[in-house]
């Protein structure tokens, strides 16, 4: 039974990355560099947390589970730290807003990229989200350029942003690792092609939009196909079910 | 930073409504903010948004000295009593 759990693994990587870059952005909420921004990052961030559920939805449905809230609870906040499939960048706890912004930039022009791999999944449900999402994404895009486009005209601004882009870079290779169970994904038609493949244009969005490309080190750099967590999963995932624990049990 | 005014219309609805305002860098940042700021929640259909700046705003005083001025301020009474008049003389 390989190829449910390839799949599976699969929407799993997907859901992780989503749900985990939801919570970073609703982090900022009262706390971002002027009141619009802290809407508009939340508010972007709520999408990313809607995009999750979905998923995480395809999941339960591929474990023959309904998906009722606690179950959809229990696989995005309960499972073991090992059985995530979230990348590195996402699990990173960033240290300012020049941070939180490259990333918000990289991780929503990746996103768009790997959204368009399953606008004709084979999985009918994953395909109408693809296509709900890509017309968020253009929106958070939008978003990131516009601020970028301001910011980075600027030169004191422009040195944050680019002393940012140092400590995100070297994260971007993993957010295009794929997981074991991509190839199985491939195999059944659910996704198109590997998101492998997405790193070189990515890497040229990045040199046109930044001027430079982000640093990158091996493709492997620690995450061994998305199965190990960094240092920041841990703390991250304790905010994330902070509420939850107080009472696990409770129906909202 | 520029101040802009946010007008939202409603779906179904031909007016554009003031919402709010906000502060935003360029025009654009001005319109991705303002979706996410009062759109989010599928408050409208159509968005306009105005630099404040560029709003043609009269005077306080301006349009003061219409609030006194009854004769405008018309219920038809005095034309409904002359028409009675008139139906009930003898002509």
């Known amino acids: 039974m390989s190829e449910p759990h390839g799949v599976r693994e699969y929407l799993l990587a997907f859901a992780d990355d989503e749900h985990l870059m939801g919570q970073q952005h609703t982090e900022w909420i009262g706390i971002a560099p002027f009141l619009e921004e802290d809407l508009a990052v939340s508010s972007i961030g709520q999408d990313e947390l809607g995009h999750a559920a979905l998923l995480y939805e ?13 179950a959809l609870d229990a696989l995005a906040f309960g499972r073991p730290s090992d059985d995530y499939r979230c990348c ?10 020049a941070e939180a912004l490259v990333r918000h930039w990289v991780y929503d022009t ?4 790997r959204w368009k791999l399953v606008a004709g999944s084979s999985l009918p449900k994953l395909a109408s989200v693809a296509r709900k999402a890509l017309q968020e994404e253009a929106f958070h895009c939008r978003h990131a350029d516009a601020l970028l486009d301001k910011l980075l005209a600027a030169p004191e601004a422009r040195k944050r942003i680019l002393e940012a882009l140092e400590v995100v870079g070297p994260l971007v290779t993993g957010l295009c690792e794929p997981v074991e169970g991509e190839a199985e994904a491939i195999r059944t ?11 070189a244009p990515l890497q040229q969005a990045a040199e046109e ?11 492997d750099h620690g995450q061994n196909r998305r199965t190990t967590r960094s240092a920041d999963f841990e703390p991250l995932l304790a905010r994330m079910r902070e509420v939850f624990d107080y009472d696990p049990e409770a129906i909202w | ?42 408050e409208g259909d ?22 006194d001025k009854p004769h405008r301020h018309h219920d038809g009474a005095a034309v409904a009593a002359r028409r009675m008049a008139a139906r009930q003389s003898p002509s």
Do not use: C, I, Q
Request: hydrophobic share 50%.
């Open chain 1, 88 to 97: 590195h960048l996402v699990e990173y706890t960033t240290s300012d807003w």
């Open chain 1, 189 to 199: 038609g659910v996704a198109a092609g590997s998101t492998t493949d997405l790193l």
């Open chain 1, 110 to 113: 990746f996103e768009a990229m």
């Open chain 1, 58 to 70: 395809l999941v339960l449905d591929l474990e023959g589970v309904e998906a009722t809230d606690p």
């Open chain 1, 209 to 219: 939009r930044f001027g430079a490309a982000p640093v990158n080190s091996l493709l």
């Open chain 2, 1 to 42: 930073m520029r101040v802009y005014e946010v007008f939202v219309k409603k779906d179904g609805r031909n007016e554009f409504r003031h919402v709010g305002a906000l502060e935003a860098a360029t025009d654009e940042l001005a319109l991705v903010l303002a979706r996410e700021v009062y759109l989010r929640r599928a």
């Open chain 2, 46 to 67: 159509r968005l306009w948004v105005v630099r404040r700046d560029h709003v043609v705003a009269a005077p306080g005083d301006f349009v003061d000295p219409n609030a």
